[in-house]
């Protein structure tokens, strides 16, 4: 009998996740499978029950959430045999959308049920996993002012980027190094990917893919607020990378060093998490997650 634990948050998508227990044994009766259903209740309480629940090995383990559940439950399977299902139910569903997962909880579910499962790539800053993108810049600051916002709507992330615009200051030196290659600059915005989503249908890097073996690495140089405002422009349509301020590399490591040696502030996953230290690495593990899809 096949042992799924479903790990939800109940208040991702503004208190709107439509999973439910009796949902979850419409299609996984108690018959056929042994279910297990918990709940969240705090910040980095989904870390706690994952670990609990991967001490009895179930098969699979399901995120229903938004990108920072996902993240804390995939987090604790990176490099175990136990495959990562994904209800998703927050407001960007990044990874979702770039594994094509329905938003539906329904079809989520369906899928799930039925199994099929790929290998993903999966970055580390640091000592934090992320299975999306990561960012050190202005996108920080964007994500910052949403955490800060009472709303997870595509509108209120608009505001938020808009506080960042007039928030905007580059004045610090970055040494940036790119598996081998080095440059120093003041950035706009330093953004790794392993995925084509951002959210929202939005994306910074249209070529990544999750298991090319490779981040997509975009470097922005500082820009003036026009030029953001041509860079968020151009971005709808992809074009972004018509800036001339706009380097795209492929590399499996990339080293951010503050030149004054100062803490780092960084999203990951849609989450602002902050450093000590005045360097931060990030490093692809190859096909080190499995993921149903």
Same mark, same amino acid.
């Given at each position: 009998?096949?042992?799924?634990?479903?790990?939800?948050?109940?208040?991702?998508?503004?208190?709107?996740?439509?999973?439910?227990?009796?949902?979850?044994?419409?299609?996984?009766?108690?018959? $056929?499978?042994? #279910?297990?259903?918990?709940?969240?209740?705090?910040?980095?309480?989904? !870390?706690?029950?994952? *670990?609990? =629940? @991967? +001490?009895?090995?179930?098969?699979?383990?399901?995120?229903?959430?938004?990108?920072?559940?996902?993240?804390?439950?995939?987090?604790?399977?990176?490099?175990?045999?136990?495959?990562?299902?994904?209800?998703?139910?927050?407001?960007?569903?990044?990874?979702?959308?770039?594994?094509?997962?329905?938003?539906?909880?329904?079809?989520?579910?369906?899928?799930?049920?039925?199994?099929?499962?790929?290998?993903?790539?999966?970055?580390?800053?640091?000592?934090?996993?992320?299975?999306?993108?990561?960012?050190?810049?202005?996108? $920080?600051?964007? #994500?910052?002012?949403?955490?800060?916002?009472?709303?997870?709507?595509? !509108?209120?992330?608009? *505001?938020? =980027? @808009? +506080?960042?615009?007039?928030?905007?200051?580059?004045?610090?030196?970055?040494?940036?190094?790119?598996?081998?290659?080095?440059?120093?600059?003041?950035?706009?915005?330093?953004?790794?990917?392993?995925?084509?989503?951002?959210?929202?249908?939005?994306?910074?890097?249209?070529?990544?893919?999750?298991?090319?073996?490779?981040?997509?690495?975009?470097?922005?140089?500082?820009?003036?607020?026009?030029?953001?405002?041509?860079?968020?422009?151009?971005?709808?349509?992809?074009?972004?990378?018509?800036?001339?301020?706009?380097?795209?590399?492929?590399?499996?490591?990339?080293?951010?060093?503050?030149?004054?040696?100062?803490?780092?502030?960084?999203?990951?996953?849609?989450?602002?998490?902050?450093?000590?230290?005045?360097?931060?690495?990030?490093?692809?593990?190859?096909?080190?997650?499995?993921?149903?899809?």
């Amino acid at each position: 009998m096949k042992e799924i634990h479903f790990i939800i948050n109940p208040i991702s998508g503004s208190g709107k996740n439509s999973i439910s227990e009796a949902l979850i044994l419409e299609y996984f009766p108690k018959s $056929a499978f042994k #279910i297990c259903v918990f709940y969240t209740q705090y910040k980095n309480h989904a !870390t706690e029950l994952v *670990k609990n =629940s @991967i +001490k009895r090995n179930p098969s699979i383990i399901v995120a229903s959430g938004g990108d920072g559940t996902i993240n804390e439950v995939a987090s604790c399977l990176v490099g175990t045999t136990i495959a990562l299902g994904v209800v998703p139910a927050g407001s960007g569903n990044g990874l979702a959308s770039n594994l094509n997962i329905p938003l539906d909880t329904s079809q989520a579910l369906a899928l799930i049920k039925k199994g099929d499962h790929i290998k993903i790539d999966v970055g580390r800053v640091n000592e934090n996993y992320f299975f999306s993108n990561s960012g050190i810049g202005f996108d $920080a600051q964007v #994500i910052k002012n949403y955490e800060n916002s009472n709303e997870r709507t595509i !509108t209120s992330y608009i *505001k938020s =980027s @808009i +506080k960042a615009l007039k928030e905007y200051r580059s004045n610090e030196s970055y040494y940036v190094c790119i598996d081998d290659k080095e440059i120093k600059c003041q950035p706009f915005m330093i953004f790794v990917s392993n995925s084509n989503e951002l959210g929202y249908n939005l994306s910074l890097t249209p070529k990544a893919s999750l298991n090319d073996g490779v981040f997509d690495v975009m470097v922005v140089s500082k820009i003036s607020k026009f030029k953001i405002l041509v860079f968020g422009f151009l971005m709808l349509f992809k074009k972004h990378e018509n800036l001339k301020e706009v380097r795209f590399f492929a590399a499996k490591k990339v080293i951010v060093k503050n030149e004054k040696g100062l803490p780092f502030e960084y999203q990951l996953d849609g989450e602002v998490k902050q450093e000590e230290t005045s360097r931060v690495d990030f490093k692809l593990l190859e096909s080190a997650l499995n993921v149903i899809c």
